[in-house]
């Protein structure tokens, strides 16, 4: 055996075949590296060939799948996963079932703070609003798929960096959006309310006034224009503009019901007596504490007082007219031209009957002087000259009327002397009137009708004015007047070469500048002075007199 043995190694270890044992371990641990490393390489070809036909794969599953990627949103709507008739159904529902809600806020504030519910809505079909949902899906589904490169298809849906959102373009029907927003104008917009307010009785009803709103229909359309960027929920806040109340007062109201008492009175219309008014009356600050308290529209109500007259129609009828209040006398003379227009106008007023607290104007009653109603032409005094005035003479009458006034302690209200001093009435007693010009006015100061009579007798040529009434007293008035000064005309000479040759003529008859003060004293039934009143101070002008001569 270990001949056998020593025959096949030979002294110097080297098999009979020619290789040495090393040699051979080398080879054979070369040949199971090999095995294994073909083997690795056999294995990463097989996965990479798996893995590269797996990406196509999927590539080719997202280039031609029929549903939209994940993630994409249109109109507030994840489409993800849908088909494009799913997307479109869908899309529809969405515009079918939601509606376009405005919600207004004070243009004066900001938008946002919304209400609970809109203030209106208009429904998709309003506004003929009828888009391609079906090409708006495609879109939407076609907007991963068609413009990137093949292979970057997998990378791009498994990494989610695709497109996520689709924004699709609409037009709206301009008819149907104006159509729209004139409705919310007119739905929603309102007018101010002005305050009313009204009596029956005892009871004062007031409705306060209400802020009006307007709707501006360009703001409606401005922002139907934008509304779908609003989606899901396509709603809009839509400014107004506040019209603001008038604001009426308390006093303002109480100026429109307030009615004095009013006793029995005398009817010119009819010449009766007729019976008087209660009045009404109420308290301002309480009623506007009230109103300022209230809210807008607001109804309130007041009680106000009603007083009864203090004379009635039958006592009045008893004592009217009964007493003489004062009277007085001028006597008329000039042309027979100014005589007449002193009897026409004095004629005018005779009769006239004042009620309590009225006003009498002369030019008011007696109207303008036209020798249509009968006036002619008498001297007069016009801007300092004396002229030819149709009408002249009628400053008499109110002279004697503003006299009988006095000693009838009537309250004067308007007058003025004349300019130079009239002859017909003492100093400081007269009155001028002209038509367009001044006015002699006197009040009724008695709570009784006064009524005044005008008289002319012929035979002496006496205007007499008297006024009748009711006494409630037994004081009398007397006029008198003080004397203040005079102021000297002078002569004036101016050549007129028009006379014959040493010759002259008074072209301007002269006056003396007078100034008194009137007085109206109050004496009582046993004619004691109880008062005596400063009336007025009349100051007559100085008229120069004036010689025309030829030396």
Same mark, same amino acid.
């Given at each position: 055996?270990?001949? /056998? %043995?020593? @025959?096949?190694?030979?002294? =110097?270890?080297?098999?009979? &075949?020619?290789?040495?044992? *090393?040699? !051979? ?67 529809? /529902? %969405?515009? @079918?079932?939601?509606?376009? =809600?405005?919600?207004?806020? &004070?243009?004066?504030?900001? *938008?946002? !703070? ?438």
């Amino acid at each position: 055996m270990n001949n /056998s %043995l020593s @025959a096949a190694i030979g002294p =110097d270890g080297v098999s009979g &075949n020619g290789m040495s044992a *090393p040699l !051979e371990n080398e080879h054979r641990v070369g040949r199971v590296v090999l095995t294994v490393l073909r083997t690795f390489l056999l294995a990463v070809v097989i996965s990479t060939a798996l893995a590269a036909g797996g990406y196509y794969l999927l590539c080719l599953y997202t280039a031609n799948s029929p549903d939209i990627w994940p993630g994409i949103v249109v109109l507030g709507q994840d489409l993800g996963g849908l088909t494009v008739e799913e997307a479109t159904a869908k899309l529809e /529902s %969405l515009i @079918a079932d939601s509606s376009l =809600d405005i919600y207004l806020y &004070n243009r004066d504030g900001k *938008p946002g !703070e919304r209400g609970a519910e809109p203030d209106m809505s208009f429904s998709f079909a309003d506004l003929d609003f009828h888009p391609d949902f079906r090409a708006i899906a495609q879109k939407a589904y076609d907007m991963n798929v068609t413009e990137p490169e093949f292979y970057t298809l997998g990378w791009r849906y498994l990494t989610g960096e695709g497109e996520k959102e689709y924004h699709p373009t609409f037009s709206l029907n301009s008819e149907k959006a104006g159509e729209c927003a004139a409705k919310a104008e007119w739905d929603l917009s309102y007018p101010v309310t002005e305050t009313t307010f009204s009596r029956e009785e005892d009871v004062l009803t007031i409705t306060l006034s209400t802020d009006g709103r307007w709707v501006n229909p360009s703001d409606v359309v401005d922002r139907l224009e934008h509304v779908l960027d609003n989606a899901p929920d396509f709603s809009m806040d839509v400014p107004y503009m506040t019209l603001n109340r008038p604001v009426v007062t308390a006093q303002q109201i109480h100026d429109a019901v307030y009615l004095p008492t009013r006793n029995a009175y005398f009817d010119r219309a009819s010449q009766s007596v007729m019976e008087g008014e209660r009045g009404v009356d109420f308290n301002v600050p309480t009623v506007q504490d009230a109103m300022d308290a209230a809210a807008q529209g607001e109804t309130l109500q007041f009680n106000v007082t009603r007083d009864e007259p203090a004379i009635s129609a039958d006592q009045m009828r008893a004592v009217l007219f009964r007493d003489v209040l004062g009277s007085a006398s001028t006597h008329v003379s000039g042309s027979a031209a100014r005589v007449s227009n002193v009897k026409l106008a004095a004629s005018s007023f005779n009769n006239y009957v004042l009620n309590a607290g009225e006003v009498f104007s002369y030019n008011g009653v007696v109207g303008q002087r036209t020798k249509a109603k009968g006036y002619k032409e008498a001297p007069a005094y016009v801007q300092g000259q004396t002229v030819n005035e149709v009408g002249g003479g009628v400053c008499q009458p109110s002279s004697t009327l503003y006299l009988a006034s006095l000693r009838s302690n009537m309250q004067i209200t308007e007058r003025y002397a004349h300019r130079y001093v009239p002859a017909y009435i003492p100093a400081g007693m007269d009155a001028t009137v002209s038509w367009g010009g001044p006015d002699y006015k006197f009040t009724n100061n008695t709570s009784y009708p006064v009524k005044i009579k005008t008289s002319y007798n012929s035979s002496n040529g006496y205007l007499t004015v008297t006024l009748y009434g009711t006494k409630t007293d037994d004081t009398h008035v007397e006029v008198t007047n003080e004397f203040l000064g005079t102021t000297p005309w002078k002569t004036v000479y101016k050549t007129d070469t028009s006379l014959p040759k040493g010759t002259s003529k008074v072209s301007v008859t002269p006056y003396t500048g007078y100034k008194y003060r009137t007085y109206r004293n109050i004496y009582d039934g046993n004619g004691n002075l109880i008062d005596s009143q400063y009336e007025a101070t009349s100051d007559y002008k100085v008229r120069d007199q004036v010689i025309l001569r030829n030396p």
